[in-house]
């Protein structure tokens, strides 16, 4: 029951600003601190999901985000809370994922005492702003509201990454005194298409390429119809990130998915006498290579300026929402001539197919026989969570085809360990349309194993795919091809299945010989939490 001292606080202005954007679950776990962020969920209409580890939190919500389109909300306690968060807000930083922590802060005047309270953080503000876009702590009810409408303006108008409030106890816990019309959504500026002569300039070349190409990112994901369009206005195959997976349907003729990370489909983009590049900054971690290497003219578009010429220089750079520009330049080669604008055949890409689906399999035989097993039993609809485990950035990242974006929910510049489970459940807790499957190794479940319990408890259909290879496989070459003697990368392994009835999921062990397609599709039509275990030894998938 709510007091009336307390019905209308700090917390329930930002927590009703925030409801006022559309978000209606919040990811966190209750603390002494933050109860008055909690108060007001319920008469919200807020679904409260209690993660058992904050870092699980933050990936929980970064799933949420990714199925809604609207930012993941985090709930920390603080001090040892919103640091257990630092890592997902980190992980959000360098995938551009909406993210928006809220924690309480030392009560104003307090700051830097170092006088032992519960729970004391030297500068809980700089700490998270050192990696989050911007972290700020507020001084008053007011200000809280107005950080979360900058926030939201962020997250739709610019490049989205994770943002802060901090809010001191006695400003949290006070009343409000921000009138009604303050916590309305502000309205947003409309989308930006780019400057007139960028889009035109990029047009021409464009229209005048022979072998014209695409190169979608993280950035294009709500772009897609416009991506599509364009690729089939130009007959220009399309290469994506990991991020942009699914950007432009994989079944699609002039899709080549999401395999930048393979020498022979960099080298469809690297041959392009145009190459239009969308949404991606191009980034070591999603080409495995120093850079791209472009042979002809380079067009990039990107919601932050800071972002076109960023790892390759840019002949034409247009800043500007992904979708508007795209539209804007659809329009200009409409309006030219059939004779400027050629219509062009779709290309021949078998043998860049070959190429790639030959490179895939050569660079870990074992794992991608294996994901394609586990591929088999995956419905088409399937929204999977990976984390970073062989099993998934070797080769199921890659044998998987998504039909829209955000189907494979994955970290592949941060590359974190204990991101797929909670990912997975922010995932399912978002929509229940589409089955969920998290495919991780057993390393990194390890890091995540609690977060069962989330699952048990939210009654959510989640279905947990272990691949164990006893341990960090990976890691255990790297000291190999170092000539180290492995140290520190062969793990005890519980018993696994045993592990996940304790948790209150239902277990499978699936050996050599089991049909493994058949186990996964069984765990996903039995619905519930679901946890199949499948041991991966050398010489065997």
């Known amino acids: 029951m709510t007091s009336p001292d307390y019905a209308d606080t700090a917390g329930r202005a930002v927590l009703e600003t925030i409801r006022g954007y559309g978000v209606t679950t919040v990811f966190g776990i209750p603390g002494t601190h933050n109860l008055e962020l909690y108060r007001p969920l319920a008469d919200l209409g807020i679904r409260a999901v209690t993660n058992r580890h904050e870092q699980g939190a933050g990936y929980g919500a970064d799933g949420w985000a990714q199925q809604t389109g609207l930012p993941g909300v985090v709930i920390t306690t603080s001090g040892p809370g919103l640091q257990n968060a630092m890592s997902a807000i980190g992980t959000a930083f360098c995938e551009s994922r909406p993210l928006l922590v809220l924690s309480p802060g030392v009560a104003l005047g307090a700051e830097f005492q170092d006088v032992g309270t519960l729970h004391e953080t030297k500068d809980a503000t700089a700490m998270v702003g050192a990696i989050a876009e911007w972290s700020v702590r507020v001084g008053s009810a007011a200000e809280a509201v107005d950080a979360v409408h900058r926030a939201f303006e962020l997250f739709r108008t610019g490049r989205p990454r994770p943002v802060h409030i901090e809010i001191p106890l006695d400003v949290l816990e006070a009343p409000a005194e921000v009138p009604a019309e303050a916590r309305r959504p502000r309205p947003l500026p409309e989308a930006v298409a780019g400057d007139d002569a960028g889009v035109a300039e990029a047009a021409r070349l464009l229209a005048a390429a022979e072998r014209p190409a695409i190169i979608a990112g993280g950035g294009a994901t709500d772009a897609g119809a416009e991506l599509t369009a364009l690729a089939e206005r130009l007959g220009a195959p399309v290469l994506t990130t990991l991020n942009g997976k699914g950007t432009v349907d994989e079944h699609h003729p002039l899709s080549l998915g999401s395999n930048l990370r393979l020498a022979a489909a960099r080298a469809v983009a690297e041959r392009a006498d145009v190459l239009l590049v969308v949404g991606s900054k191009l980034g070591e971690a999603e080409l495995w290579a120093p850079r791209l290497e472009a042979a002809g003219s380079v067009v990039r578009v990107d919601i932050s300026p800071a972002q076109l010429h960023k790892n390759l220089e840019a002949a034409v750079g247009i800043a500007g929402d992904a979708a508007a520009v795209l539209s804007a330049l659809l329009a200009e080669l409409a309006e030219a001539r059939d004779a400027e604008v050629p219509a062009r055949d779709a290309p021949d890409l078998a043998g860049a ?27 088409d609809d399937v929204i999977v969570a990976g984390d970073s485990s062989q099993i998934v950035y070797l080769a199921l990242a890659n044998v998987l085809r998504a039909s829209q974006p955000h189907s494979l929910l994955y970290t592949p510049t941060y590359a974190t360990l204990g991101y797929g489970l909670p990912a997975a459940i922010g995932a399912r807790v978002a929509q229940t349309e589409r089955p969920v499957v998290t495919v991780i190794g057993d390393g990194a479940l390890m890091f995540c194993v609690n977060e069962l319990l989330t699952a048990v408890e939210q009654r959510l259909d989640v279905t947990v795919v272990c691949v164990d290879n006893g341990g960090y496989a990976e890691i255990k070459q790297n000291e190999l091809d170092r000539g180290m003697q492995p140290i520190g990368v062969d793990l005890v392994q519980p018993d696994w299945a045993a592990l996940g009835e304790a948790f209150g999921a239902r277990s499978r062990r699936v050996s050599d010989g089991d049909d493994i397609a058949a186990a996964v599709r069984a765990a996903i039509d039995e619905g519930g939490v679901q946890l199949v275990h499948i041991p991966q030894r050398k010489g065997t998938p």
């Open 353 to 379: 197919r070959a190429a790639i689906a030959e490179e895939i399999r050569e660079t870990a035989p074992e794992t991608v026989a294996l994901a394609d097993r586990i591929a088999a039993g995956l419905p």
